[in-house]
C-alpha cells in the first residue's frame, strides 16, 4: 500500500504537512508506504530538523505549487507538474493507492473527477464531514460542499455513499440515513427535499429514516445525514465555530471538543474510482497525520470496490 501525500498544500505548508507525515509515519506498519510529492529539498530539510530519517518515506520532487487562490479547472490543466496534478496521475496510473492534500479543495475535486473519474452509476461524487453526537458517535454529513446545486436524485445516491462510508471506514452497523429538512413530516421542505424524500424512502441500498431538523443534527437521531453542498457546507462552516468560540472564551466541555477538525483529517471525496482526501487548508500537523491515516483505512476497508459494487 502506497499513500500519497501532497506536502507543498496548505496554509502552512509544507512544514505542517511534513510534520504531520512524521506523526502518520508511526501508524504504518510493515508493506505500508507514504509518498511525499512536492519539493524534496524543502521535505528532507523539515525532516532532517526534526532528527528523523529521510529513508522511511518515498518522494515525487516538484516545485510548482496550485494556490488557494487559483481557478481549480484551469490550474489543474496549465500547471501538469504541480504536487496535485502529479499526486493524481501517480493515482491514477496506480502507483499510489490514495492521495490527500490540504491544498485547492476545487482543484482536488476537478483533479478527482478528471483522472480517476467517478465511478459508473455515480451522477455527482460527494464531500463528507464528521458531525459530532452528544451520544459520542459520529455521524456523516454528505454532501459538504462538491454539489452546490443538486437535482433530487443526486440525494439518494448521497445517501448510499454515506451509508457505505460509515458502515465500511467507520464500522456502523446498518447506518440511519436522514434526510437534512425543515420539518420531520414526509412533505416538509423546498422542492428538493419533497421530491428527494420519496425517492430516499424507496431506495434499497440504506437504511432511511426520515427527515431530521437542524435542531437534532446532535442528537443522534441518524448516522448519515444528507443535504445539498450548499446547506451542507454552511452546516459544516458553523459546526466548526463552536470549537472556536468555546476554546476562545476558555470553556472546557468534551462535547464542544469534538468539533476540532483536527482530529478527523480531512473529508474524503467519495464517488470516484480511487481514495481521495480533501484537508482543512488551515490544516496543523495533527490534522495532516489524521488526513494521512483515514487515506490509509479507505484503502484498508476496501470502500471503493464496495461503491462500485452497490452503483453497479
Known amino acids: 500500500m502506497k499513500i500519497g501525500l501532497d506536502t507543498m498544500g496548505g496554509d502552512f505548508a509544507p512544514q505542517a504537512t511534513v510534520l504531520g507525515a512524521i506523526a502518520a509515519y508511526k501508524s504504518f506498519s510493515s508493506g505500508q508506504q507514504l509518498v511525499l510529492i512536492g519539493d524534496k529539498e524543502q521535505t528532507v530539510n523539515i525532516l532532517q530538523e526534526n532528527n528523523f530519517n529521510p529513508d522511511h518515506f518515498e518522494y515525487v520532487h516538484t516545485t510548482e505549487v496550485i494556490g488557494m487562490g487559483e481557478h481549480p479547472a484551469k490550474a489543474v490543466v496549465q500547471k501538469p507538474d504541480s504536487s496535485i496534478s502529479l499526486g493524481f496521475k501517480m493515482l491514477k496510473e496506480g502507483t499510489i493507492d490514495a492521495f490527500s492534500s490540504a491544498g485547492n479543495s476545487g482543484a482536488m475535486l476537478v483533479g478527482a473527477v478528471l483522472s480517476v473519474k467517478t465511478i459508473p452509476g455515480v451522477l455527482r461524487p460527494a464531500i463528507t464531514s464528521i458531525m459530532p453526537q452528544l451520544s459520542g458517535a459520529l455521524g456523516i454529513l454528505v454532501d459538504?460542499?462538491?454539489?452546490?446545486?443538486?437535482?433530487?436524485?443526486?440525494?439518494?445516491?448521497?445517501?448510499?455513499?454515506?451509508?457505505?462510508?460509515?458502515?465500511?471506514?467507520?464500522?456502523?452497523?446498518?447506518?440511519?440515513?436522514?434526510?437534512?429538512?425543515?420539518?420531520?413530516?414526509?412533505?416538509?421542505?423546498?422542492?428538493?427535499?419533497?421530491?428527494?424524500?420519496?425517492?430516499?424512502?424507496?431506495?434499497?441500498?440504506?437504511?432511511?429514516?426520515?427527515?431530521?431538523?437542524?435542531?437534532?443534527?446532535?442528537?443522534?437521531?441518524?448516522?448519515?445525514?444528507?443535504?445539498?453542498?450548499?446547506?451542507?457546507?454552511?452546516?459544516?462552516?458553523?459546526?466548526?465555530?463552536?470549537?472556536?468560540?468555546?476554546?476562545?472564551?476558555?470553556?472546557?466541555?468534551?462535547?464542544?471538543?469534538?468539533?476540532?477538525?483536527?482530529?478527523?483529517?480531512?473529508?474524503?471525496?467519495?464517488?470516484?474510482?480511487?481514495?481521495?482526501?480533501?484537508?482543512?487548508?488551515?490544516?496543523?500537523?495533527?490534522?495532516?497525520?489524521?488526513?494521512?491515516?483515514?487515506?490509509?483505512?479507505?484503502?484498508?476497508?476496501?470502500?471503493?470496490?464496495?461503491?462500485?459494487?452497490a452503483f453497479q
Open 144 to 309: 459538504v460542499g462538491a454539489n452546490a446545486d443538486c437535482k433530487p436524485e443526486f440525494m439518494p445516491q448521497f445517501g448510499a455513499l454515506g451509508s457505505l462510508f460509515a458502515q465500511h471506514v467507520y464500522n456502523v452497523h446498518n447506518p440511519r440515513v436522514a434526510l437534512v429538512n425543515i420539518g420531520e413530516e414526509e412533505g416538509k421542505g423546498n422542492v428538493l427535499c419533497q421530491a428527494a424524500y420519496p425517492l430516499m424512502k424507496e431506495s434499497k441500498l440504506f437504511n432511511f429514516v426520515g427527515n431530521v431538523e437542524g435542531r437534532g443534527l446532535f442528537y443522534d437521531n441518524a448516522d448519515v445525514l444528507v443535504c445539498d453542498g450548499f446547506t451542507g457546507n454552511v452546516i459544516l462552516k458553523f459546526a466548526e465555530t463552536f470549537y472556536e468560540v468555546t476554546h476562545e472564551k476558555g470553556i472546557n466541555d468534551s462535547f464542544f471538543k469534538l468539533f476540532n477538525y483536527e482530529q478527523y483529517g480531512g473529508s474524503p471525496i467519495l464517488g470516484v474510482n480511487a481514495p481521495v482526501v480533501v484537508g482543512h487548508g488551515i490544516s496543523s500537523p495533527e490534522a495532516i497525520k489524521n488526513m494521512v491515516l483515514i487515506s490509509k483505512k479507505m484503502v484498508e476497508s476496501a470502500l471503493v470496490d464496495k461503491i462500485k459494487l
